[in-house]
């Protein structure tokens, strides 16, 4: 993800069809195709706001639920995306393109943050410094230190207070006495609080409109902890901090600062991730040190013996790195390199062994293909892997798994076998119901009926958390309504989207080249290759980035 060449005042479409849906989902499931009735949606939420603000008697909003999509965070643990209503999120999304000159000059106002929230290409916001530039970060500001206070927040996303928007904005005294909505963070916590059924207990991961709200919460902490600590250098990407010390009882006495912060915030420190190391540090994790340095030379038994060392060094560093993407970096390795026919079926093997392992990897997998059609002439292999992850994954609704293995079935032309089908029909991810119909329309997934599914197709469920599938099985006629009403067209909201045609589902494809940043443990931006590392400005800051 890269920021824009040339800013433009934000605004809600960039936030509803580039920064909405979250970016680890497969690649037909998004909201480009909102673009059109984003106007309507407008005029039809705008004034239903305006007398919430205004406090309208009798004025109220519709309850909404967010669709959830679970993905692995790092081995054995788990992350929920969420896909917030169109209804609210339309309206947040509102607010925020409309104050983003003063949002983004309060995030611009932190001097350790590599991650204030820009405009970008490919995503509504990005941070303005890429984490694979953190390491040349860490070592400008850790000169003259011995010690290095490495921390992060506990489940930062889930366990922010909606609350402390404003706290952070105002300061926590003066907007406990101010909750009029006349205050730009009261309207933020009111439609955040909207987006997730009124509750003002975590923000939904996943939409870009999140990302910044924990950037103005993370700018408020550092001025806070810069106001104790005023000579503090070090870095903050999200919320992992790198806080550098001359002394051990300076960094004990950060820590007890970083402590006393998040306090405020009512936001806890990640003992497990927490630790005071002496300097110098290792920048960058010893895996990747050595992959990099691998090489793959063009053709013939070389570069077979070449691809088996890679994969022998990364299945042995996979087992000792269980939380780092090891072997979806061999995979970007192979992406970037030339495969010979002669070694593809050897090579495919490998990839699809750790495919297994690390389900993760499967869109640069997919992107192998894209890049390799010639070698698609038996997909037997293949299909023995996808039928694999998603008898693996489906049973214990591990949704990500399974929608890429079934991305791929489609890509492929690949059928999915009844058991399999049967499996994958009992999940309750959205996601996954929309790829396996498509499947299952065009004859490649066997499956049942669909009963579990077809619950959900009423006019209740379409504010609910299967809010997607109700509108979209319906609109892309798959499945037939329970009760056989046209619940979509006599809904004053979700009629603007048919009356303009919106699908959120393979109406055009969103791009996969790169994972959100919410946390250096899940970023793929790091497992960059040195394929990748042509450019002159791409690893290394320069002056704008104000080192």
């Known amino acids: 993800m890269t920021a824009s060449a040339t800013p433009t005042p934000l605004s809600v479409q960039d936030l509803l069809t580039k920064g909405y849906f979250p970016d680890r989902i497969i690649p037909p499931v998004n909201s480009q195709n909102l673009a059109s009735a984003i106007p309507d949606m407008l005029a039809h939420v705008g004034p239903r706001a305006a007398d919430i603000i205004n406090k309208v008697k009798n004025a109220r909003l519709p309850l909404s639920q967010c669709v959830t999509h679970s993905v692995p965070k790092r081995k054995h643990l788990r992350r929920t995306l969420s896909i917030p209503h169109p209804f609210h999120q339309t309206i947040l999304s509102d607010e925020i393109a409309s104050n983003w000159p003063d949002l983004e000059s309060f995030c611009s106002q932190s001097t350790i943050s590599l991650s204030i929230p820009t405009q970008g290409d490919d995503r509504a916001l990005v941070p303005r410094n890429a984490l694979r530039k953190q390491p040349f970060f860490r070592t400008q500001r850790s000169i003259g230190a011995r010690y290095l206070l490495k921390t992060d927040i506990a489940r930062y996303y889930p366990s922010i207070y909606t609350h402390s928007v404003p706290w952070a904005l105002y300061g926590k005294k003066a907007?406990?006495?101010n909750r009029k909505y006349s205050l730009l963070g009261n309207r933020l916590d009111l439609w955040l609080r909207e987006t997730q059924n009124q509750?003002?207990?975590?923000?939904?991961?996943?939409?870009?409109t999140s990302f910044l709200i924990g950037e103005i919460i993370g700018s408020a902490m550092d001025k806070r902890l810069l106001s104790i600590l005023p000579n503090l250098k070090g870095t903050r990407?999200?919320?992992d901090y790198f806080l550098y010390f001359p002394t051990m009882s300076e960094t004990e006495k950060g820590l007890a600062a970083f402590h006393e912060v998040q306090r405020e915030f009512e936001l806890e420190i990640s003992a497990p991730k927490t630790e005071i190391v002496s300097l110098p540090e290792s920048l960058e994790p010893r895996w990747k040190t050595e992959l990099r340095t691998l090489k793959i030379r063009a053709t013939g038994s070389r570069q077979a013996t070449d691809v088996l060392t890679l994969f022998d060094r990364a299945f042995d560093h996979a087992k000792n790195y269980?939380?780092?993407?090891?072997?979806?970096?061999a995979a970007k390795k192979i992406l970037g390199s030339p495969i010979a026919p002669v070694n593809w079926s050897f090579c495919e093997a490998l990839l699809l062994n750790a495919a297994i392992v690390e389900p993760t990897m499967l869109s640069v997998v997919a992107a192998i293909y894209d890049k390799n059609p010639a070698y698609q002439v038996s997909t037997s292999a293949l299909a023995s892997t996808i039928e694999s992850i998603c008898a693996y994954h489906a049973p214990l609704q591990q949704g990500n798994e399974v929608a890429w293995a079934l991305w791929l079935a489609k890509k492929l032309d690949i059928s999915i076998s009844r058991p399999v089908g049967e499996?994958?029909?009992k999940m309750e991810d959205d996601v996954v119901s929309l790829i396996a119909l498509d499947l299952n329309s065009t004859g490649l997934l066997d499956a049942p009926v669909f009963s579990k599914w077809r619950e959900y197709l009423t006019s209740a469920n379409l504010y609910e958390n299967h809010w997607l599938l109700a509108y979209e099985a319906h609109e892309q006629g798959w499945l037939p309504s329970k009760s056989g009403n046209d619940y979509?067209?006599?809904d004053p909201f979700f009629s603007i989207l048919r009356t303009h045609g919106v699908r959120f589902y393979g109406a055009s494809l969103a791009p996969t080249a790169s994972y959100f940043e919410y946390g250096e443990e899940d970023n793929l931006d790091r497992f960059r290759t040195e394929e990748d590392d042509?450019?002159?400005d791409l690893d290394f800051p320069d002056e704008s980035d104000g080192i």
Do not use: N
């Open 175 to 177: 907007a406990k006495l």
């Open 199 to 208: 509750q003002t207990g975590g923000i939904p991961i996943g939409p870009d």
């Open 237 to 239: 990407s999200i919320d």
């Open 322 to 329: 269980p939380s780092d993407s090891v072997l979806t970096y």
């Open 423 to 425: 499996l994958i029909a």
């Open 488 to 490: 979509i067209g006599t």
């Open 534 to 536: 042509q450019g002159i």
